[in-house]
C-alpha cells in the first residue's frame, strides 16, 4: 500500500516535519511493507516558511523584527528565484504570532503587525519582486496599521500602537486612504 501523510503543525508541540515523521515511524511500526511519503504542510501559519523551503528549495534571509509587543525577535523569509520573478515568502506568525505572547500578553488591543510590515520591508530589500504572505497564528488584530507604518504609510506612532489605538484614527492617519472610502 502507499501511503501519503501530509499533516500541519500541532501546535505548540510538533511543527509539520516533526508531525510527518512521527506519524509515518508509528505507521511504519504497524505496516512494514507500505511506502510512505511525507508532505508537511501549512496553512500559513507557523511552519509556512519552513514547509516551502523543505519543499522548494531558495535562501532563508534572517531579519531581527518586532514581535507583537514591539521586542526584537528574529524571523526568516524565503528568496526564490521562480518564473522570472525573484518571490519572497513571509510568514506573519514569525513577526506577530500568538506563540511570542505570554498568557498575560495576549491583548489586541495592544499587539501589532509593525513586524510583518518589516519583513516585507525586508523582502523588497532583497530584491522581491512579487511576495507572498503566509496568514495564521496571529496574537494581533490592528487590521494591518502596524505592517503600514513599518511600511512608511502615516504616522507610525499612532498605526503601530494595537488594535485598540484603531478607534482614535482619524480619516488622515494613512494619506490617500480616506479617498478610497
Known sequence: MRVLIAPDCFTGTLT???AARAIAEGWHRSAPDDHIDRLPLSDGGPGFVDVLHDARGGDLVVVPVSDPL?????????VRDE???????????QACGLHLLGADERDPRLTSTFGVGQLIDAALAAGATRIVVGLGGSGTNDAGAG????LG???PRALARGGGALGALGDDAVPGLAATR
Not at 70 to 78: D, F, I, Q, W, Y
Not at 147 to 150: D, G, R
Open 16 to 18: 509539520a516535519e516533526q
Open 70 to 78: 514591539g521586542r526584537e525577535v528574529p524571523a526568516s523569509l524565503l
Open 83 to 93: 518564473e522570472g520573478a525573484r518571490t519572497a515568502y513571509v510568514e506573519a506568525a
Open 147 to 150: 505592517l503600514l507604518a513599518a
Open 153 to 155: 504609510a502615516g504616522d
